[in-house]
């Protein structure tokens, strides 16, 4: 299958930033998704990148660099929301363009 | 109207007992997949479907089976439940094979309890 790391946890306070990185195997590469995931609720979509560069979008951006086969997802001025897990997904050529998805990073945003 | 529906969203079943999970989308996508999610192990694959004649296992389809009765109703079952089968489970639709129309749309989830 396709490695997708990401790290398992991290933890910040309301207001500041966090970013958390996504690394994947390059060959076949044809795009990569961030999700949100709330506790107990199906994963919604936030961004989408297949060039590389950043996408901003409101608090949220991410970044893409295929060549290195690395992703971010940055969150600015975290609010208690944003607590949840954030899921990384690539689609690849080679797996019938179907996602594949990291472990996911659970975000704890502390008062 | 939520475009991709499940039921049930809550099921208790006992070990050894038939149980099917139903999947309905309106999106009009032509790929539909179900996953379970595990904490801590993220979404697996159990099986997919890019037709309604076309049915393919994905990464942990043993004790499981799906069928697809028409583009927009996709179902999981288990033969015969068994503890380890307790888990959150998720039904997906997606367009197509290009750039952003391989994004996967989610149902709500099911939330399976075997005893």
């Known amino acids: 299958g396709q490695n997708i790391d990401q790290p398992t946890e991290m933890t910040a306070t309301e207001g500041a930033i966090v970013q958390i990185n996504c690394t994947y195997q390059?060959?076949?590469?044809?795009?990569l998704f961030w999700y949100q995931q709330h506790a107990g609720e199906a994963p919604t979509f936030l961004s989408y990148?297949?060039?590389?560069g950043l996408e901003e979008k409101g608090r949220f951006s991410s970044f893409l660099s295929r060549s290195k086969g690395y992703s971010y997802l940055l969150l600015k001025e975290l609010q208690m929301k944003d607590s949840a897990s954030y899921l990384c997904?690539?689609?690849?050529?080679?797996?019938?363009?179907?996602?594949?998805f990291g472990a996911g990073t659970t975000v704890t945003v502390r008062a | 109207d939520a475009d991709v529906t499940q039921t049930p969203r809550n099921r208790i079943t006992k070990t050894g007992k038939r149980i099917m999970l139903e999947c309905s989308q309106t999106?009009?996508?032509?790929?539909m997949y179900w996953y379970r999610q595990d904490p801590g192990l993220g979404l697996q694959l159990i099986y997919y479907?890019?037709?309604?004649?076309?049915?393919n296992k994905g990464e942990i389809s043993d004790g499981y089976s799906v069928s697809r009765q028409a583009q927009a109703k996709f179902s999981l079952s288990l033969e015969s439940a068994i503890p380890n089968q307790t888990a959150l489970y998720f039904c997906?639709?997606?367009?197509?094979?290009?750039?952003?129309?391989?994004?996967?749309?989610f149902g709500p989830g099911t939330r399976l309890t075997v005893l």
């Open positions: 997906a639709t997606s367009d197509g094979t290009s750039g952003r129309l391989n994004e996967q749309f």
């Open positions: 390059t060959s076949g590469f044809n795009g």
């Open positions: 990148n297949v060039l590389d």
């Open positions: 997904a690539v689609s690849l050529r080679s797996n019938d363009y179907k996602l594949s």
């Open positions: 999106k009009g996508h032509d790929r």
């Open positions: 479907s890019f037709d309604v004649k076309d049915i």
